[in-house]
């Protein structure tokens, strides 16, 4: 399993939510099969979206288009940033 990790500095959450609820990019059709949305307690002005792929080539494919989708917001925004991981191990207690 492969993870797309995103970063994103949202100034108004529920703004950026509406956004992502939209769903711009299709996720369901290029191959996400399950996403999370956190927030880090101390920053809720930072979101962080990890995006679950079965295979390495959808996930690379999403990044680029993420990345053309980031290229058009204002320049005052803070870009952004993605990064591929492959799954080694889970473990659950």
Request: aromatic share 8%; charged share 35%.
């Amino acid at each position: 399993m492969y993870v797309l990790r995103v970063e994103h500095s949202v100034p108004e959450y529920e703004a950026w939510k509406r956004a992502f609820d939209g769903d711009p990019l299709g996720r369901g059709a290029v191959g996400v099969r399950a996403y999370r949305v956190m927030r880090p307690v101390g920053d809720p002005g930072r979101v962080l979206i990890d995006l679950d792929f079965d295979d390495r080539e959808p996930a690379e494919r999403m990044l680029i288009r993420l990345r053309e989708l980031w290229s058009r917001l204002p320049a005052a925004t803070p870009p952004p940033d993605g990064e591929l991981t492959e799954v080694m191990e889970t473990g659950r207690y």
